[in-house]
């Protein structure tokens, strides 16, 4: 049975939910990090079951900004 509120649908598919399968992924990551790659599984996670293409974008964008303060912090360690 669909429950919207607890179990959606587009996040229960296959073997685990994808609230466990972030919470797994972002251990140990610093929280700004862990929001930002934690937003993104969500959305890669649901893409083809809610949003589309979309919400492909929307990852996108969350794993921009991880990469943009990567690569601050790479280019403040050369300086």
Not at 24 to 38: F, K, M, R
Not at 55 to 70: H, S
């Amino acid at each position: 049975m669909n429950d919207p509120v607890n179990h959606p649908q587009h996040y229960t598919a296959g073997n685990i939910e994808c609230i466990d399968g972030i919470e797994s992924a972002i251990e140990g990551l610093p929280p700004d990090e862990a929001y930002c790659i934690g937003t993104a599984i969500k959305y890669l996670w649901r893409w083809k079951r809610k949003g589309g293409v979309e919400d492909l974008r929307k990852a996108q964008w969350f794993i921009n900004r991880v990469i943009a303060k990567e690569d601050n912090h790479e280019q403040r360690d050369v300086d």
